[in-house]
């Protein structure tokens, strides 16, 4: 997701990039000092999300938002409380008060995760699974790169509220998915979801201890509500 930061204070843009450089999948675009900067950056580049300040020289962050005919997510960061309600108003994503640390930051984008999620077409969806199910492979993005993953090298999927980890002989990518998404994309007689936080692959268990499966070395649980299904197709 590629973002820009606008805000005329050289301190509040760099601690927005040192917290935009911790979350995976978020691409700084640009630092702008001002609206007129962010509004030269629209024009050339596809932004998905901006972090933009309100009392600023020449234009407001408001008026600036106003103006724009197609609107990225916006996420406020101000020192000023009394322009909350007129931002919401503007169907911002949320609205961060000055100073603000890392835990409220990364909430915020969460929600911008949530809201990409909710609004993804479902027909897109359908189109990508009829796609990637054909193929031995799926496309993860991680870090800013692009990981080619061979299914038969997935030990398992673990879910990290907004993100996924994959573990692959003993490397993790975590990326930003969903559970319900992957268990559409992934091939049904190769994976099975097994608890509400795990898809494993079928063909990497070795035992069934209790209300556990273990992989290599790792115990994975089976969920109340998986353990019907998972006994069925595994053994």
Do not use: W
Not at 17 to 38: D, R
Not at 97 to 108: D, I, M, S, T, V
């Amino acid at each position: 997701m590629k973002c820009i930061v606008v805000d005329d204070e050289a301190l509040a843009r760099k601690l927005l990039e040192t917290y935009i450089k911790q979350i995976p999948n978020l691409e700084l675009v640009a630092m702008c000092k001002n609206p007129m900067e962010a509004a030269d950056i629209l024009q050339r580049e596809q932004i998905d999300l901006i972090f933009l300040d309100i009392q600023m020289p020449q234009i407001s962050g408001i008026s600036f938002l106003k103006g724009l005919t197609q609107k990225p997510y916006v996420i406020f960061t101000t020192a000023y409380e009394s322009y909350a309600l007129e931002g919401y108003a503007l169907n911002i994503v949320d609205y961060l008060l000055k100073p603000f640390g890392f835990e409220r930051f990364f909430q915020a984008v969460n929600k911008v995760f949530e809201r990409v999620k909710s609004t993804t077409p479902a027909i897109l969806e359908q189109a990508e699974t009829i796609e990637k199910t054909q193929k031995d492979y799926i496309l993860v993005k991680s870090e800013h790169r692009v990981h080619r993953i061979r299914l038969k090298d997935i030990d398992y999927i673990q879910s990290m509220q907004a993100y996924v980890s994959f573990y692959c002989n003993g490397e993790r990518i975590m990326s930003l998915n969903t559970m319900k998404r992957l268990e559409v994309e992934l091939p049904k007689d190769q994976f099975i979801r097994v608890h509400k936080s795990y898809i494993i692959a079928i063909d990497k268990v070795e035992i069934l201890e209790g209300n556990q499966v273990v992989i290599g070395t790792q115990k994975i649980p089976i969920g109340a509500s998986y353990r019907e299904v998972v006994m069925a197709e595994i053994f």
